[in-house]
């Protein structure tokens, strides 16, 4: 069964009256339209942790991409730089630096050759910023790194916070190593400024339909009269760690992919394009295009899905 699977196994079965003993089939057919679901309602469904960025709207609201919330484990603002990695080896005409979910990579180009390096520079291996920067010189070939502030100030930050995982979409399921920052260019004379939101909201509330809300006072430097009780406009200038989602899925949800399993199985086995069959000595059957007549999802499922379906009209977060 597959992380975001809707249903058992069992739950399909019950669809599938009669059928039994096709649980490869059936368990593949599960995770096609439990995803086939989340992408209908543009949403998900089953209780997951979120560590996304947003862009601050100047509102005292702001929307969060899935619900309903269930907690909220931090809530950061400001991304400043807490990293600098350059290559000061003259040779090297381009030096860029990149953050993957992993660690670090980094890369340069010497004479048309062209050199990675991810080894050592892992944030399990080096779990603070100082920790990675003195991996990042021990690389030689020109890498140099230092953390920003001293070992009490982001030297000791994780290191593993400098990754944030990219808003769920098509091309990155299941895709392995992402990247997230980067890459920079960090080639003699310049540095590449690898940063991080490091500080800490106060004053805000969460509501379990699905937003973030600046409503109670508090003395906040940024803030220099009530009216500034807002999230500040900006681009990605908020991080924000959270879990949504059902611990139990909807009842209703359950049922339409259950029966949206059950189409499916039930289409495998005959020739998609087939729009009716005559039994017995009939000679007439017709055939169609494999779209005439069907519609996807069908109406019953649709009917199910339809209060738990996400509209985004009017919304900065879609």
């Known amino acids: 069964?597959?992380?975001?699977?809707?249903?058992?196994?069992?739950?399909?079965?019950?669809?599938?009256?009669?059928?039994?003993?096709?649980?490869?089939?059936?368990?593949?057919?599960?995770?096609?339209?439990?995803?086939?679901?989340?992408?209908?309602?543009?949403?998900?469904?089953?209780?997951?942790?979120?560590?996304?960025?947003?862009?601050?709207?100047?509102?005292?609201?702001?929307?969060?991409?899935?619900?309903?919330?269930?907690?909220?484990?931090?809530?950061?603002?400001?991304?400043?730089?807490?990293?600098?990695?350059?290559?000061?080896?003259?040779?090297?005409?381009?030096?860029?630096?990149?953050?993957?979910?992993?660690g670090l990579q980094l890369v340069s180009v010497n004479a048309g050759t062209k050199t990675t390096v991810t080894a050592g520079l892992t944030f399990a291996g080096n779990p603070t910023l100082s920790a990675l920067a003195t991996a990042v010189n021990a690389v030689g070939n020109g890498w140099s790194a230092q953390a920003v502030g001293d070992s009490t100030n982001y030297g000791s930050w994780p290191s593993a916070d400098l990754y944030v995982p990219a808003p769920y979409g098509d091309t990155l399921e299941g895709s392995g190593v992402l990247q997230s920052q980067g890459a920079l260019q960090g080639v003699a004379g310049s540095y590449a400024e690898l940063k991080m939101h490091t500080y800490e909201l106060q004053g805000y509330q969460w509501d379990a339909r699905g937003w973030l809300l600046r409503a109670i006072p508090y003395t906040?430097?940024?803030?220099?009269?009530?009216?500034?009780?807002?999230?500040?406009?900006?681009?990605?200038?908020?991080?924000?760690?959270?879990?949504?989602?059902?611990?139990?899925?909807?009842?209703?949800?359950?049922?339409?992919?259950?029966?949206?399993?059950?189409?499916?199985?039930?289409?495998?086995?005959?020739d998609p394009a087939l729009l009716h069959q005559v039994p017995g000595s009939g000679t007439t059957s017709g055939w169609g295009p494999v779209t005439s007549g069907r519609e996807s999802p069908p109406a019953d499922v649709r009917a199910l899905l339809a209060p738990y379906r996400r509209h985004t009209v009017g919304t900065d977060q879609g």
């Open 1 to 102: 069964m597959a992380t975001k699977d809707l249903i058992a196994l069992s739950r399909a079965y019950q669809a599938l009256q009669g059928v039994s003993n096709q649980d490869t089939l059936v368990g593949t057919l599960v995770t096609a339209y439990s995803e086939a679901v989340e992408k209908y309602c543009r949403r998900r469904f089953v209780s997951t942790s979120y560590d996304e960025v947003y862009d601050g709207n100047g509102e005292r609201r702001l929307l969060l991409r899935q619900y309903p919330i269930q907690s909220v484990q931090a809530v950061r603002y400001r991304p400043v730089t807490v990293l600098k990695i350059t290559n000061n080896t003259a040779a090297n005409v381009q030096a860029r630096v990149a953050v993957l979910s992993t």
């Open 220 to 270: 906040d430097p940024e803030l220099l009269h009530p009216e500034d009780l807002v999230f500040p406009v900006g681009v990605n200038n908020f991080r924000v760690q959270y879990t949504a989602g059902y611990t139990t899925v909807p009842e209703a949800v359950q049922e339409a992919c259950a029966r949206w399993v059950a189409y499916g199985y039930y289409l495998a086995q005959r």
